[in-house]
């Protein structure tokens, strides 16, 4: 790798892990920019699982000694979603997500408006709906298999979760979706480095980025609280939607 090569993947993860830490959508940075580094689209993917577990696996650091991660409430969903995340990227390798491609920007569009046109979502903790362990069994299976067999959105779907079924505090619930998210990312890597899907050296370059952006972010997010995370979270969000529709057209 060239020397510039280097210091713009080394942005890419740092930046990528700044914005994951606080909203998730880190890969619409990380992702592009090993495709620009001119690896093949599935060698990307799993080199981009790779860095992106160790920018989450700091921000879940920061957000626990914050105290903002209750481990009792969130190690069951954590269990399921690996799991889970595990049997969807196995099954991505034997089918088409084509359907997906066409129906998560929708969805995603949902989500971002909905966020948007409820500025009193997720300020203050409210009654939960689901118990515990159904929302691990809910959450946790269906979120977890979607993390594995597709991702985009996954963290914007877990945090709408958090906050609708759980009745957390949008901070709370961001911490609660690094979790999970770093158990589903931890999940589908296996599966890429069984079937050789990781350029280490690239990896290595975007994890020392990944580490410092984590750190940032969630640092962040942690000072300035739920206004804060609302205003990343629709514009990353939104960033999504455009991207997926525009990867649709093109």
Known sequence: MSGETICLLFAAGLSGGFIDAIAGGGGLISL????WA????????????????WGTLMAVRKYAKAGLVSWPQVRLTALITFVSAMAGAWVVTLISNAVLKMIVPWMLLGIALYV??????GKTAAHARLKIGAFACLA????????GFFGPGTGAFWALACISLLGLELTRATAFTKVVNLTSNMASLVI????ARVHYEI????IAG???????????AIRHGAPFIRVIFIAVVFAMVAKLLWDQIS
């Open 32 to 35: 592009p920019a090993l495709l």
């Open 38 to 53: 001119g690896l093949p689209p599935q060698m990307a993917l799993g080199t981009n699982k790779m860095q992106a577990v």
């Open 116 to 121: 948007l046109l409820s500025p009193g979502l």
């Open 140 to 147: 946790g299976g269906v979120l977890g298999f979607y993390d």
């Open 192 to 195: 890429f480095v069984f079937y």
């Open 203 to 206: 990896a290595a370059v975007m």
């Open 210 to 220: 990944q580490l410092i952006g984590g750190r940032l972010g969630a640092g962040m």
